[in-house]
């Protein structure tokens, strides 16, 4: 909670009325000025008085324990990836989300321009708060996974390198359908083998490649209640005649509804719209949301899932608690 500055509360405070601040009658005119220190001392203690509750309040929410989350061990082949795990109150059985992450940004250590660990956490205790557990995974090379394999931007470029620009497209849509695919497979079991979470009531989430991810995982296991995709090939869509042909196909033969999500600004908005009008002709249960553009340039308005929680928070728990509860 932000506190008014010591200026600005007293300047609008409204006087009581029938009082007058400062008309103290002297009966001592040879201490006038004593009276006058007096009574700037007085209304200087009467002042901190009316602070003092507000900066009680200020200190109590400085000190409340943010939402803790544990970092946990998944799993994957022979890989031990790293993820973040976020449980509400209470013993549970919880509905639970697994969040699958992009690929990458100038290191292996970013999601955009946020720090992987970050980004984690400006989601968890978002979905905890509306009584969600929340899975961040990081994948194979990628923030605290780095050390399970090499970076996916890095083997991207390498293949660009030696074989061009086709090379590169047809190695990522390889990756997407096996090694990362299986990371996030490998969560959603981790998933299932808690205590603590409902296995009938698990939905999936992610960003960019990993909304590619969402949607081939849900296809994939029919356990998935919900899947919601923010900004998924908006940057490969347009490029890559087997991303397209792929989501597709994933879309038709999922029985999850479906929740596609772009800001205006995003680098582009038809992976959305064609997918939602695959899904109106078969008449699927889905959503789709295009929000007003979030900052100036296509980056900002592509990693808006992490900057602009609040312009996508009520329709997103709305949509999951549909489905979930």
């Given at each position: 909670?932000?506190?008014?500055?010591?200026?600005?509360?007293?300047?609008?405070?409204?006087?009581?009325?029938?009082?007058?601040?400062?008309?103290?009658?002297?009966?001592?005119?040879?201490?006038?000025?004593?009276?006058?220190?007096?009574?700037?001392?007085?209304?200087?203690?009467?002042?901190?008085?009316?602070?003092?509750?507000?900066?009680?309040?200020?200190?109590?929410?400085?000190?409340?324990?943010?939402?803790?989350?544990?970092?946990?061990?998944?799993?994957?082949?022979?890989?031990?990836?790293?993820?973040?795990?976020?449980?509400?109150?209470?013993?549970?059985?919880?509905?639970?989300?697994?969040?699958?992450?992009?690929?990458?940004?100038?290191?292996?250590?970013?999601?955009?321009?946020?720090?992987?660990?970050?980004?984690?956490?400006?989601?968890?205790?978002?979905?905890?708060?509306?009584?969600?557990?929340?899975?961040?995974?990081?994948?194979?090379?990628?923030?605290?996974?780095?050390?399970?394999?090499?970076?996916?931007?890095?083997?991207?470029?390498?293949?660009?390198?030696?074989?061009?620009?086709?090379?590169?497209?047809?190695?990522?849509f390889v990756l997407m359908t096996t090694d990362?695919?299986?990371?996030?497979?490998?969560?959603?079991?981790?998933?299932?083998?808690?205590?603590?979470?409902?296995?009938?009531?698990?939905?999936?989430?992610?960003?960019?490649?990993?909304?590619?991810?969402?949607?081939?995982?849900?296809?994939?296991?029919?356990?998935?209640?919900?899947?919601?995709?923010?900004?998924?090939?908006?940057?490969?869509?347009k490029n890559s005649s087997a991303v397209r042909?792929?989501?597709?196909?994933?879309?038709?033969?999922?029985?999850?509804?479906?929740?596609?999500?772009?800001?205006?600004?995003?680098?582009?908005?038809?992976?959305?719209?064609?997918?939602?009008?695959?899904?109106?002709?078969?008449?699927?249960?889905?959503?789709?949301?295009?929000?007003?553009?979030?900052?100036?340039?296509?980056?900002?308005?592509?990693?808006?899932?992490?900057?602009?929680?609040?312009?996508?928070?009520?329709?997103?728990?709305?949509?999951?608690?549909?489905?979930?509860?």
């Amino acid at each position: 909670m932000r506190l008014p500055t010591e200026r600005s509360h007293f300047s609008s405070w409204p006087q009581s009325p029938g009082v007058s601040v400062g008309l103290i009658a002297n009966p001592f005119p040879g201490r006038c000025g004593n009276i006058r220190r007096d009574r700037r001392v007085v209304l200087k203690v009467a002042g901190l008085s009316l602070l003092l509750p507000l900066v009680r309040i200020a200190a109590t929410v400085d000190e409340a324990p943010a939402i803790a989350h544990e970092t946990v061990v998944v799993p994957s082949g022979a890989l031990r990836l790293k993820a973040f795990l976020w449980r509400p109150k209470g013993t549970g059985p919880f509905p639970v989300v697994l969040f699958s992450h992009g690929s990458g940004s100038v290191d292996s250590a970013h999601t955009g321009p946020i720090a992987m660990t970050e980004a984690a956490e400006k989601l968890g205790p978002i979905f905890v708060k509306h009584g969600y557990a929340f899975l961040y995974l990081f994948r194979r090379g990628q923030g605290l996974s780095a050390d399970q394999g090499p970076f996916m931007q890095d083997v991207l470029q390498s293949e660009e390198t030696a074989r061009g620009k086709e090379a590169r497209q047809h190695l990522a849509f390889v990756l997407m359908t096996t090694d990362h695919l299986d990371d996030v497979l490998a969560g959603l079991r981790f998933l299932k083998s808690l205590p603590s979470i409902d296995s009938h009531r698990m939905a999936m989430a992610g960003h960019s490649f990993g909304g590619q991810l969402t949607l081939l995982a849900a296809e994939r296991d029919s356990s998935v209640r919900a899947a919601i995709t923010f900004g998924a090939a908006a940057a490969s869509w347009k490029n890559s005649s087997a991303v397209r042909e792929r989501l597709l196909a994933a879309v038709r033969k999922t029985n999850s509804p479906i929740m596609l999500v772009h800001a205006a600004n995003d680098y582009s908005t038809v992976p959305g719209k064609i997918m939602a009008e695959e899904l109106d002709k078969l008449g699927k249960p889905h959503l789709l949301k295009i929000y007003p553009p979030v900052g100036k340039t296509p980056d900002d308005g592509h990693n808006f899932v992490y900057t602009a929680v609040g312009r996508w928070e009520n329709d997103v728990f709305e949509f999951l608690d549909q489905q979930l509860r």
